[in-house]
């Protein structure tokens, strides 16, 4: 054998020793020479090497800001996870004037009960110096939020900045205040002069060759005597024929309805083809005043009036009653899930409007039945 090849033989043998020696323990010795790093991690070389080398930096996820969102000034102490049992509501009623009204309280007071919330109710009587009274008192107690049907329009603004600046809410119920967009949350209700539109529309059906309207209007300066009057004028408006020959408010109730229909007809008689009245209750009234005078209501005067209640559809089974327009009070379960969104600082829509229709004598008996207030 050459010597060059004992050599090459050689130092091949001492680089593979070294190979198998890198994959072994620590303890085991180095080969010499060290095969360059990193074949042999345990060479001085690589161990001063790796010594030398600066440690990497710890890859730290980086902090993620956490966002906390600001909550509106309607929100309760317990929002975002406010429940309808943490809720505590403060309920302004207007009072009992209709069947309408009734039904009203019965739908809010039920589902608070249902739904376990709180609720602090009181009935104005129809007065709004006794719902300034109610909402100052619900102020004082600290509600979370406010339900206010607004017996008028106007004259709100104190006391609503009052609830603003305390934090509390107000959620129109029913009707709506004439007063700044922010100072309240949301409407939940009817659009009164549509009510007044299809109202009229009626009455232009019944009067095809005209006649003369008296009106019973609702409570002097409310949102629903204000809009349903308004509505039926627009309708109305292009039949020149059907005049409106004396309007006069009943304040919603029987038994004012009652009463300025017997005025009526005191004053106009025979001259009278028709009754617009802007609830059921004052429509029902004047059924028993025409009754009494000895007409025939529903045939010598037709009758159109709002609300579709019970009592209106007995009428129309009577015969007595020709339309009803709908207009709906069962506002409870819409009213507790606003109340709850804004308690957990949600935003509401401007208007939460109601579903209605309008109904007639054709089958006035069969939905009478199945009717909930
Ligand atoms: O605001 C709704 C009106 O108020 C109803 O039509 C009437 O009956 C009630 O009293």
Known sequence: MKLSKVLYLTVMLVLVLGAVSCGAPAAVECPDPCPPCP????????????????APAPTEAPEEEEEVAELPYYAADCAPNCTYEDLKVGY???????????ANTSSIKETAEQLGVDLLFSDAQQKQENQIKAIRTFIAEGVDVIGHPPVVETGWETVYQEAYDAG??????????DV??????????????????????????????GGNVVELVGTVGSAPANDRAKGFREAIEEYPDIVILDSQSG??????????????????GDAIDALYAHNDDMGIGAIQAIAEYGL???EDIKIVSIDAVRGAFQAMVDGDLNVTVECNPLLGPQFYEMALKTANGEELPRWVPSEESIY??????????????
């Not at 074949?39 to 600066?54: L, N």
């Not at 302004?92 to 009734?102: K, T, V």
């Not at 949301?186 to 549509?194: K, L, N, T």
Request: with cysteine; aromatic share 8%.
């Open 39 to 54: 074949e042999c991690p345990q060479c001085p070389d690589c161990v001063c090497a790796e010594a030398a080398a600066p």
């Open 251 to 268: 304040d919603f109730t029987r038994a004012l309805g009652k009463e300025v229909m017997e005025a009526f007809l005191k004053k106009h």
């Open 296 to 298: 025939d209501p529903g």
């Open 180 to 209: 700044p967009e922010e100072l309240y949350v949301s409407y939940i209700g009817s659009d009164f002069v549509e009510e007044g539109r299809k109202a009229g529309r009626e009455m232009a059906k019944l009067l095809p060759e």
């Open 360 to 373: 007639y004598p054709d089958n006035a008996a069969e939905i009478i039945e199945t009717r909930k207030y």
């Open 92 to 102: 302004a009623q207007i009072g009992a004037e209709s069947e309408w009204r009734n």
């Open 168 to 177: 509390i809410p107000i959620i129109l119920v029913d009707r709506r205040a």
